[in-house]
């Protein structure tokens, strides 16, 4: 009877640290990266899409997240300068604006740090992709 108790009890235990390491696999899965690697990854091929076909559509849902990958201090300064190179038509722009302000900051500070990418924007590299391929 003891042996049937501690095993159902193991066996719970086990059940248990299972489904709770997949719920945190599943929350985060293949979305962290540094802000270099989303730049590369995202941004850069959305602009390349922008100059090549005129389709900003992906750069602007992508520069919407760009504020909430910033260090919490730089967040609305990010959100500032987005939001009025927006206003002007110039989503191209925000890219250069932000590197002149912030880029030596965010390398000396920020370089490794891992951010959680937001997850409607998981397939936009592959999208864009092809998009650009398209005629």
């Avoid at 100059?51 to 910033?70: R, V, W």
Wanted: aromatic share 8%.
């Amino acid at each position: 009877m003891k042996l049937q108790i501690t095993l159902s009890i193991l066996f719970a235990c086990l059940s248990f640290t299972v489904v709770l390491h997949s719920e945190k696999n599943k929350n985060t899965s293949g979305m962290e990266m540094n802000l270099h690697d989303f730049m590369e990854d995202y941004t850069k091929p959305a602009t390349k899409l922008y100059d090549k076909k005129g389709n900003a559509d992906y750069l602007n849902k992508i520069l919407e997240h760009i504020p909430s990958l910033a260090p919490t201090d730089q967040q609305k300064e990010w959100k500032e300068i987005i939001d009025a190179k927006l206003a002007v038509g110039k989503p191209e722009d925000t890219c250069k604006s932000c590197h002149v302000k912030f880029k030596k900051d965010y390398k000396d500070k920020f370089r490794k740090k891992i951010l959680l990418i937001p997850e409607e924007l998981k397939d936009f590299p592959a999208e864009i992709k092809a998009a650009l391929k398209a005629k």
